[in-house]
T-cell receptor, first 110, second 118 residues
Framework: QKEVEQDPGPLSVPEGAIVSLNCTYS??????FMWYRQYSRKGPELLMY????GNKEDGRFTAQVDKSSKYISLFIRDSQPSDSATYLC??????????FGPGTRLSVLP | GAVVSQHPSRVICKSGTSVKIECRSL??????MFWYRQFPKQSLMLMAT?????????EQGVEKDKFLINHASLTLSTLTVTSAHPEDSSFYIC??????????????FGPGTRLTVL
């Protein structure tokens, strides 16, 4: 079993839809959880950063961490064509390197 | 978010030459920096982790004599691809992690360097 699992997609949604992206993990020591967005031929951009459990909201983006289920989610409300990108989850324990998911390719269709 | 720059953004070189890529954290000090490579439509592959003032730790299968990493200061790490060959053509991305302060342990990426070896 991989440490971090993420559905690679591609995921296509119509403009305005709510998008749900998810990752599961196996290491209960993970405390830091992040979501990155990567446009084609660009470096990943940090979108959301969460320590331990709970929810975090930033504009149209909401990150959720459920440590009991070892499951994290990123929700995008009112999705826009400009949200079309690859979304990577990343996580790790204190003091160690983060582990990245393979990324989910999202297309928001106008 | 914090800013990480990379230079050059694109390089084309002949087979057998060496190429140096610079990675700088512009507004924070990074004791730990990372180098990744990424092939088209594939996920990030961690190549090595570098800590300022010490030798880099390479991932399994990455040739340390081919990919020389130097983390000379808290804001600069370099990756040198020595005697590059066409199979080294890829997208190289550096990353830096914050430590301490209000944004502890966040990892930021540079914009990437596209290397093409002819």
């Amino acid at each position: 079993q991989k440490e971090v699992e993420q559905d690679p997609g591609p995921l296509s949604v119509p403009e305005g839809a709510i998008v749900s992206l998810n990752c599961t993990y196996s290491n209960s020591a993970f405390q830091y959880f992040m979501w990155y967005r990567q446009y084609s031929r660009k470096g990943p951009e940090l979108l959301m950063y969460t320590y331990s459990s709970g929810n975090k909201e930033d504009g149209r983006f909401t990150a959720q961490v459920d440590k009991s289920s070892k499951y994290i989610s990123l929700f995008i409300r009112d999705s826009q064509p400009s949200d079309s990108a690859t979304y990577l989850c990343a996580m790790g324990p204190p003091g160690q390197n983060f582990v990245f998911g393979p990324g989910t390719r999202l297309s928001v269709l106008p | 978010g914090a800013v990480v720059s990379q230079h050059p953004s694109r390089v084309i070189c002949k087979s057998g030459t060496s190429v140096k890529i610079e990675c700088r954290s512009l507004d924070f000090q990074a004791t730990t920096m990372f180098w990744y490579r990424q092939f088209p439509k594939q996920s990030l592959m961690l190549m090595a982790t570098s800590n300022e003032g010490s030798k880099a730790t390479y991932e399994q299968g990455v040739e340390k004599d081919k990919f020389l990493i130097n983390h000379a200061s808290l804001t600069l790490s370099t990756l040198t691809v020595t005697s590059a060959h066409p199979e080294d053509s890829s997208f190289y991305i550096c990353s830096a992690r914050t430590s301490g302060g209000s944004r502890d342990n966040e990892q930021f990426f540079g914009p990437g360097t596209r290397l093409t070896v002819l």
